[in-house]
């Protein structure tokens, strides 16, 4: 399945790179296994907040083909 | 019920006048509450110069009409407003407008703050700040304490 991956804010500055396009094999792929594809290196900040097809969500999800992922910061708007 | 994510300034007077002219059913409401935020020059005990907000396009949108829906359903609205900036802001100029008519001044009051209270908690918007340190990241909102039997926390003497 082809999953588009988005980052803002301090999480775009954290990856270096604001979008991923991932091509992932496997029935189900959570959005944690998602991150582990993306970032290797580094565990899911704790405090990091998700969206998959701009609706809340957590690392437990899983995937369809299409998905949009975003990884981002908590919010500061208003 | 209109949301508006842009980029640039405005002037949330008018454009709240003007929508009432274009939008509002003559004579239905007795009360129109407007939350306006704007850019302080110090945040967390630094000067702030200017700010940068980024924002997720679509998703932004999305979840503040998902809030004004919400208050629609809670109290008794006749129509709301809701426009906020994205992209560079200057010192004192308006970064969020909330309008909301009622009938009645209670419903409107309560929608117009349960509106901004779940935009800043919902709305992927991110602020960045510039100070003579750098730039940073606003890592949290400042919170609403909520209208309880005591109000909000009374300023020192």
Redesign the interface.
Known sequence: MNITV?Y???MR?RMGRAEDSVSLEGETVTVEELWRRVSPQQALPANV?I?VN?E?TDASRALKNGDEV?F??????? | MKVIVQEGPFDPYQVTRDYEAQSLPVGKHGAVVTFVGTMRDFNDGHNVSAMFLEHYPGMTERHIEDVCQEAADKWDVIDALVLHRHGDISVSEPIVLVAVWSAHRAHAFDACRYIINYLKERAPFWKRESTAQGQRWVEHNTEDPGVNSQGTKQKSA
């Not at chain 1, 981002?72 to 208003?78: E, L, Q, R, S």
């Open positions: 988005r803002f804010a301090n500055d907040l969206a701009m809340y975003a981002f910061p908590p919010v500061t708007g208003g």
